[in-house]
């Protein structure tokens, strides 16, 4: 969640994340009470808001690079406030699968609660950090962290969406699109980082 030159702080991207979430509780706790498959709906409903504000993000650099245009522009120079949108849509994610596992006989495999429990530390991390104050305190560390965290978080929804896809639970073009979407990433970065080199090949050329 790197640093943001802009100063005026999106407080409506906040008022988005928790505004949808009280329409999905609405639609799918208050009508029912805390049942299984409502609390269910509402942990994929979450997820799928985070990733897409993670691809925001973690993206935000790369779109720039390869796309400059007012909106790429903004979304640069927000991507803090995105990021801290991400960690908490992301911790609202982790209280609805809090509540679903309580009412539910499923058990979370163990190496999901570690690998998930690695994940929320670094989305805390990320978050604390994602001040002036402390990325002049961390130094080089500081891009060293947000590096290791968004690329742990990545194969995280990498292999969340990915292992998932062939398995039946839901229509299988939205597995694959989540899959490409957090795929891009990479993608997206990679061409951002090879147009720089090419950039700078370039000028050493002449």
């Known amino acids: 969640m790197a640093a943001s030159p802009s100063r005026q702080i999106p407080w409506w991207l906040f008022a988005l994340v928790l505004g949808l979430n009280a329409l999905w509780l ?12 409502g609390l269910l709906e ?4 979450t997820a799928r808001l ?5 691809f925001l993000t973690f993206a935000a650099s790369a779109l720039f690079k390869l796309w400059r245009s007012a ?13 801290l949108a991400f960690a ?27 690998g998930g429990g690695i994940g929320y530390a670094f989305i805390a ?11 002049r305190a ?6 060293r962290l947000h590096l290791t965290g968004s690329w742990y978080l990545w194969a995280i929804f990498l292999n969340s969406y990915a ?32 147009k720089l080199r090419w950039r700078r090949l370039a000028r050493q050329a002449v």
């Open 26 to 37: 609405w639609l799918y706790i208050v009508p029912a009470g805390r049942s299984e498959a």
């Open 42 to 45: 509402i942990t994929r409903l």
């Open 50 to 54: 985070s990733v897409l504000l993670f």
């Open 71 to 83: 909106m790429t522009r903004w979304l640069l120079a927000n991507r803090r406030y995105m990021g």
């Open 88 to 114: 908490l849509s992301h911790f609202i994610h982790l209280g609805a699968l809090t509540a679903f596992f309580l009412v539910s006989p499923e058990e979370p495999a163990l190496v999901a609660v570690i």
């Open 125 to 135: 991390a990320l978050a604390l950090t994602s001040n002036d104050r402390a990325q």
């Open 138 to 143: 961390l130094g080089a560390n500081w891009r």
């Open 163 to 194: 292992g998932r896809v062939g398995e039946g639970r839901e229509p299988e073009w939205l597995f694959l699109s989540l899959t490409g979407l957090v795929l891009s990433i990479a993608l997206l970065r990679l061409a951002a980082w090879m």
